[in-house]
């Protein structure tokens, strides 16, 4: 049925159009560079390239990923901007990672994290982008690009965004380390973790990641039971304790992992964890109701539990943060005017809405100056540059964040990614890890 | 030989059949057997053979770091076979099920004997019955989860117990412990064991108890040599439902142990999650092995296909 339809689109898109598609869709690409200037120019956006606009109606792209991006609110910002459907569908990380790699068909566009793409891109399943027919491009963070923030900064350890950037093609299956002009991911949202703790419940300042594991705390702690990322706070806690200095974190040798895994074991046998959590809910839930008052923890978790009136801080910690970046991956099975859709979709994504959506929930966006023009300037100043606040920040859903005179924990934007200690990663010995890490929870 | 299957039909036929006919009509009436069972057998055959079939097959083929593909390696279970984790989870997978099944057998037991014998009025033993079946008409993870906040640190259980002075400190190992697991298996799982029970109960003539009774056994020894043989056939029944499902269960250890405890559910959850389906499919063969030799000496103690 779909397909039908799509091909008759497909058709009619093709036949009626004015002017020709030049081998590279140029046609295409100088339209929307045009839209987007406009759009830019009067700070909305509406509906972007008109020609397309009645056929592109009746294509459906199905986006899944994890919770944190897929929204509802964007799939019907993207009805009302582009008139095309976007299906969403929220899936922890490991099923985001399972579905990308093995079930080619059930997506078109998948929203996945950096790690993820490093471990299912040689399944093949995705297709590269074009950089060329991406408006903001050259607007795009250093960090997605050459890995650096700042020309001077060092490229922290782990699966680096860049390093998985790139590839040789459109379908190339090899990254490559320069900006080849074919983009595996599209970033879209990234941030810095760190612990989450209740200042109310431990009464005194927090600095270094080993507090995790600091006896005080016994029976009051929580880690992350997704191994590819709990091995990394682990690993964050292991080196601040002076138990072990990592060649890379993001890629240890057995040995590594087996100190890492034996801490963990030791700590869970002394009763350290209340419980392991594996979605963000559970997180909330446990900081919230007070079982756990220092754990790993994602930013929006936060902000769930501030919202519930209950204190909560994202401590910024001496030894830096554990970063994370997602990105938007085309299916393989994407042509014709469905691939165009998720090409002006894309151009969409990073031409300011979204971002300004996720950067007033805690998220930085891959374009910042984009989406400042959706931003108020005290959003602006308290989210990205770590000003006080000047009046209540409230988030998208509508809740109060943040009230006058709050600052952001950890600071501005450069204060925070610029101190990135590694990426979250898929390692070489993933299978080893995995398997320890099972030992681990069955301890 | 087609003439030594038993079917029930076959059995009740009277044996001064004309002796020329009788091959034919058999046949065709097996004939009629095998096809009346087509359907269910090729259901079953797509959607439960074959794809055991399929993990069998999946547990021979070879991982790599990110990607898996067919082979013949016998890693999987080399793997599986001699890991301390394997044992570990095993024990204490067994140990839930263990713990689970005399508890439910307990409570499912006393309360079919309640409603069996003791609710003399069939309304109210209905009523009683459908009483018992109302908290399943909400989703099993809300049963569960609904727990959680009861028995929290700062949950409802302990502020009574804390108002009530009975404890100074809140207890911890109410929630995300094996004593959580325990009681979220024997809330969910008790029906199961009830309704069987209950149904070979109520089959009891109870003229036999007043035998018993007019014999001079007492209480006990009715309960004893009376009622729990007959009743065996229910008890298997609800055995073979609680222990199968505490056996294959993952969301319940991982939401009531806060992920503390492993069950051999969790650790193919944990595979599958992370791509690594041949050694999932390997965990899920030993497993299915475990519970068919677990059902297997379940079935010794009685013949259900001749209580039934």
Same mark, same amino acid.
């Given at each position: 049925m779909k397909r039908n339809t799509l091909s008759n689109a497909v058709s009619e898109s093709l036949s009626p159009a004015p002017d020709t598609l030049d081998t590279h869709g140029n046609r295409r690409r100088t339209l929307l560079k045009g839209a987007a200037a406009a759009t830019v120019a009067t700070g909305t956006i509406t509906g972007a390239p008109m020609i397309w606009a009645q056929n592109i109606k009746d294509v459906t792209l199905r986006q899944f990923g994890t919770g944190v991006s897929n929204l509802n609110d964007v799939a019907a910002k993207v009805k009302e901007d582009l008139g095309f459907t976007l299906e969403m569908t929220a899936l922890d990380s490991d099923s985001v990672a399972q579905r990308a790699a093995t079930q080619p068909n059930s997506f078109d566009i998948a929203d996945i994290e950096y790690w993820i793409c490093k471990k299912v891109w040689p399944a093949g399943n995705l297709q590269a982008m074009d950089t060329s027919r991406i408006d903001q491009y050259d607007n795009i963070v250093g960090i997605f690009r050459n890995g650096k923030l700042n020309p001077d900064s060092e490229i922290a350890q782990g699966t680096a965004p860049h390093s998985v950037g790139f590839v040789d093609g459109s379908d190339g299956t090899e990254f490559v380390d320069e900006e080849s002009g074919w983009m595996t991911l599209i970033p879209t949202i990234y941030n810095a973790d760190t612990l989450g703790i209740r200042p109310d419940l431990i009464g005194r300042p927090i600095e270094s990641w080993a507090e995790l594991l600091n006896p005080e705390f016994k029976g009051k702690a929580s880690i992350l039971d997704i191994s590819s990322i709990g091995i990394m706070d682990a690993a964050m806690v292991a080196e601040a304790s002076g138990i072990i200095t990592y060649g890379d974190k993001g890629n240890m040798t057995r040995e590594e992992i087996d100190t890492t895994i034996n801490m963990l074991i030791e700590a869970k046998r002394a009763g350290q964890f209340r419980a392991f959590w594996k979605s963000f809910d559970e997180s909330v839930n446990l900081m919230a109701s007070g079982e756990v008052v220092i754990q790993s923890m994602w930013s929006p978790a936060i902000t769930a539990v501030k919202a519930k009136g209950i204190e909560c801080v994202y401590q910024p910690l001496k030894e830096g943060y554990r970063s994370w970046g997602g990105g938007l991956g085309l299916s393989k099975n994407l042509s014709g005017l469905e691939l165009d859709a998720a090409y002006e979709y894309i151009n969409w994504y990073l031409s300011g809405w979204v971002g300004g959506y996720l950067m007033r929930q805690g998220y930085y966006s891959a374009v910042p100056t984009t989406s400042k023009e959706f931003m108020s300037a005290d959003e602006w100043g308290y989210w990205f540059e770590g000003k006080a606040a000047e009046g209540d920040i409230v988030s998208p =859903?509508?809740? =109060?964040i943040a009230s006058t005179g709050d600052v952001r924990d950890g600071g501005a934007f450069e204060e925070r990614m610029g101190r990135v200690a590694c990426w979250n990663a898929v390692m070489d010995e993933n299978q080893y890890m995995v398997r320890k890490w099972n030992e681990f929870i069955a301890a | 030989m087609s003439a030594s299957i038993d079917t029930p039909a076959a059995a009740g036929r009277?044996?001064?059949? &004309?002796p020329g006919k009788r091959p034919r009509g058999r046949l065709s009436e097996n004939l009629l057997g095998w096809l009346l069972a087509t359907p269910f057998v090729a259901v079953l055959a797509v959607f439960l053979l074959l794809p055991i079939a399929l993990i069998f097959v999946v547990s021979f083929w070879e991982t790599s770091a990110y990607s898996y593909g067919p082979a013949f390696i016998l890693d999987n279970y080399g793997y599986l076979l001699t890991s301390s984790v394997t044992l570990s989870v095993y024990v204490k997978t067994l140990m839930f099920t263990a713990l689970t099944w005399a508890i439910t057998l307990l409570i499912g037991f006393t309360v079919a004997w309640f409603l069996a014998f003791h609710v003399r009025s069939l309304g109210v033993q209905i009523s009683l019955f459908l009483l018992c079946t109302i908290p399943f008409w909400t989703s099993n993870i809300i049963r569960m989860i609904s727990w959680i906040p009861f028995l929290g640190r700062n949950g409802i259980a302990n502020s009574v117990l804390l108002d009530l002075g &009975?404890?100074?400190?809140? %207890?911890?190992? %109410? %929630?995300?412990?094996d004593f959580a697991v325990i009681l979220a298996f024997v809330h969910l799982y008790t029906l199961f064991m009830i309704v069987p029970i209950f149904n070979t109960m109520m089959r009891i003539d109870r003229s036999l108890i007043e035998a018993a009774r007019d014999a001079g056994a007492s209480g006990f020894q009715v309960l004893r040599h009376v009622v729990l043989p007959l009743t065996l056939p229910g008890i298997m029944i609800g055995s073979i439902f609680v222990v199968t499902l505490v056996m294959g269960d993952f969301i319940t250890v991982r939401f009531m142990s806060g992920g503390q405890s492993a069950s051999v559910g969790r650790t193919i959850a944990n595979e599958i999650a992370l791509l690594q389906y041949p050694a999932a499919s390997a965990n899920a063969v030993i497993l299915l092995v475990t519970v068919l030799l677990m059902v297997g000496v379940l079935m010794r103690f009685v013949d259900i296909r001749k209580e039934l």
């Open positions: =859903t509508g809740q =109060t | 009277p044996a001064a059949a &004309v &009975v404890i100074d400190a809140p %207890l911890e190992w %109410l %929630l995300f412990s």
